[in-house]
């Protein structure tokens, strides 16, 4: 196991594809602001943008 926890993992699925209406990525529901800023967000930084993912995720699946 390795010391660091940098927290939940990305909800990229390799599917990087903006949507020009939305700015949501097609593929995981994220802005490019969330998706650049990923790798340097904290824990609670990256579980907020995943509860923001899934409401998108349910407003798009509606």
């Known amino acids: 196991m390795s ?7 990305s ?4 599917v990087c594809t903006m949507d020009a209406v939305t700015g949501w990525c097609l ?4 802005t ?11 824990r609670h ?3 907020a943008i995943l509860r923001r993912v899934a409401e998108r ?3 798009a699946e509606g």
């Open 27 to 30: 593929g995981c529901y994220r």
């Open 3 to 9: 010391g660091a926890d940098h927290g939940p993992e």
């Open 45 to 47: 930084e990256k579980e």
């Open 32 to 42: 490019i602001g969330e998706i650049a800023g990923w790798s340097s967000a904290d």
């Open 11 to 14: 909800p990229c699925n390799l």
């Open 57 to 59: 995720r349910a407003e």
